[in-house]
């Protein structure tokens, strides 16, 4: 015979009081079930937590700008232009990893302005 540990004791208990009965969301499937897994989850949720409408914090757009870099090159006429894009992305980088962007944090690497020439030249057929 096994000893019920203090956890499950305090669990069975409440559950003799009825305290998990008619809980919100009972019956229902967990929010995000069957949906695929997206790393930014965690972003959506507090969008919504905090009804957050307009203005969005700084290092989040700083996410986007990065994960949209390639679109942002893309549109560059020059080199030189590219590496003015990549180098000032990498200036938000630095102030987010220091802490002086507003928002949540955000875990970002600084850019390689060299690979983002590469791919601009690689995209325009010269590479």
């Known amino acids: ?3 019920e540990s203090p ?5 069975r208990e409440a559950q003799e009081r009825g305290e998990f009965d008619n809980l919100p969301g009972a019956g229902k499937p967990l929010p995000g079930a069957g949906e695929g897994y997206r790393e930014d989850w965690w972003l959506k949720q507090w969008i919504q937590r905090e009804q ?11 996410r986007r700008d990065v994960e949209d870099v390639d679109d942002a090159i893309a549109r ?6 590219v590496r003015r894009l990549v180098d000032a992305l990498n200036e938000r980088i630095v102030k987010s990893q220091r802490g002086y962007l507003d928002g949540p944090p955000v875990v970002l690497k600084t850019l390689d302005p060299q690979e983002f020439v590469r791919r601009w030249f690689a995209r325009r057929g010269e590479g």
Do not use: N, Y
């Open 52 to 62: 957050i409408t307009g203005a969005v914090p700084a290092t989040l757009l700083l």
């Open 1 to 3: 015979m096994s000893q």
């Open 76 to 81: 560059c006429r020059t080199e030189s232009e």
């Open 7 to 11: 956890v499950d004791k305090a669990i």
